[in-house]
């Protein structure tokens, strides 16, 4: 069998990966024309995500310069501290959470994949494909073609496959948040060793955290009524709205902002609640491009990881691609769903109105000792994929 693999994010070399331990060929095609690792954000690399990479011997967090973030502490606006919650849970081998920058996490599979043998065309944005036999041929933008007998969309939240796939699939969902963020210097601030800080401000949420070299990573979510345009966005003076946002909370994170070093990014914060057409005939799709998540969760990158260990499993054990794209889903979907409603529900959470915000403030503490234990995530944490089980 031979997979044509749209998409080089962080799911497509996984994926790739996945069916080569599994005897199976693939070719990731990416849309750009060169191996084009962004590096604007971070993200968090969840447990479970770490977990379903080491089924098929990837370990990324020491190679990606991923730092342990095992602990988030919650601060209001005013600086009470408001307490603490787990960021994962620590797996019996003595896996945690770690905070990747995102371009280099996708670097790092990418140049797994490659020294794994498995070929990646750059420049190939897959325009369409149609089903010809019992199998596929992608037809990209450059005027080439690729045959295969699947083709898997790894192409992201705005996948193209997605839309050929089912042409009614839903826009991702704006979620009423504006992502923005950087990487900054305070001289003198202490290292926030294995923590990321929360702050609920007045008008917008803040995070940050600390590195042993003094570097910063901090992001802020901004509410909106209604959705920017792109242009919009980017035509911000981001600087001097946060500044102007942040005027009566606590005072160092405008003093993280002003100390910005490098662009500030600015993106709009979409999800897929739910995709009625995960796959169909010979084409099925993972990661974002099914199932985007909200990054509240932390689990956007560790989803697509997921994903692509179990359909390679499901492709390695059941008779027939049919067949395991119909195992795929029933073992993906529901867990998919409620992850991408839980980081919607959090993202919510993140501004408030004056009223709501004292309610927030009073009730936040006791509900975090109660509801926030290391165990009442452990559904999202501890999951466990045996690749050596059969998936028939
Ligand atoms: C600011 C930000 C913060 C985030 N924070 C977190 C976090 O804390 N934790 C977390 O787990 N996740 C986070 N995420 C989400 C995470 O990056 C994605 O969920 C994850 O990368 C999904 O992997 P994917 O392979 O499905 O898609 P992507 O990684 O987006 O990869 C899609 C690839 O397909 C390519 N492509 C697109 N169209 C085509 C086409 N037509 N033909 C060929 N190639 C194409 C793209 O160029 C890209 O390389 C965050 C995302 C953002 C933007």
Redesign the pocket.
């Known amino acids: 069998m031979k997979a044509l693999i749209?998409?080089?994010?962080?799911?497509?070399p996984?994926m790739a990966m996945a069916l080569r331990q599994a005897g199976i060929e693939s070719v990731v095609?990416?849309?750009?024309e060169t191996p084009?690792d962004y590096t604007?954000?971070?993200?968090?690399?969840?447990s479970n995500?770490l977990d379903a990479l080491r089924a098929i011997g990837v370990d990324v967090a020491g190679r990606a310069d991923g730092f342990p973030m095992p602990r988030m502490v919650m601060w209001s606006g005013s600086g009470k501290r408001l307490g603490e919650v787990a960021n994962g849970v620590r797996l019996p081998d003595g896996t945690v959470s770690v905070c990747v920058k995102?371009g280099l996490l996708?670097k790092v599979l990418r140049e797994e994949a490659v020294s794994r043998g498995i070929r990646y065309e750059y420049g190939?944005?897959?325009?369409s494909y149609r089903t010809v036999g019992g199998g596929v041929i992608a037809e990209?933008?450059d005027g080439s073609t690729a045959a295969g007998d699947v083709l898997i969309g790894?192409?992201?939240?705005?996948?193209?496959?997605r839309r050929i796939l089912d042409p009614a699939s839903p826009e991702p969902s704006f979620t009423g948040l504006v992502?923005v963020?950087g990487y900054s210097r305070v001289p003198g601030l202490a290292p926030t060793t294995g923590t990321q800080h929360f702050v609920f401000g007045r008008k917008a949420f803040f995070g940050y955290l600390v590195r042993e070299s003094g570097e910063i990573y901090w992001?802020a979510n901004i509410h909106s009524a209604t959705e920017p345009t792109r242009e919009s966005l980017a035509a911000e003076d981001w600087k001097r709205r946060l500044t102007e946002l942040f005027a009566d909370d606590l005072p160092l994170i405008n003093q993280i902002i002003a100390g910005g070093a490098g662009p500030i990014?600015a993106?709009l914060?979409h999800d897929i609640p739910t995709s009625a057409v995960w796959h169909r005939g010979p084409v099925a799709l993972?990661?974002?491009?099914v199932h985007?998540?909200s990054?509240s969760?932390?689990?956007?990158?560790?989803?697509?990881c997921e994903d692509a260990v179990v359909l390679a499993q499901c492709l390695r054990d059941l008779p027939d691609p049919a067949s395991a794209f119909a195992a795929y889903e029933s073992r993906r979907r529901e867990r998919t769903e409620k992850i991408v409603a839980y980081s919607r529900k959090l993202g919510t959470g993140k501004t408030a109105g004056p009223v709501a915000r004292v309610f927030r403030d009073l009730m936040m503490p006791v509900a975090l000792k109660v509801f926030a234990g290391e165990r009442s995530h452990a559904w999202m944490y501890t999951h466990h994929i045996d690749w050596e089980a059969s998936a028939a």
Not at 29 to 32: D, V
């Open positions: 749209i998409g080089g994010g962080v799911g497509g996984t095609y990416e849309a750009y084009s604007g954000l971070f993200l968090n690399t969840a995500g995102r996708q190939k944005r897959l325009e990209f933008s790894a192409d992201g939240i705005h996948s193209r496959t992502g963020g992001f990014g993106h914060v993972i990661g974002d491009a985007a998540t990054p969760a932390g689990q956007g990158a560790s989803m697509a």
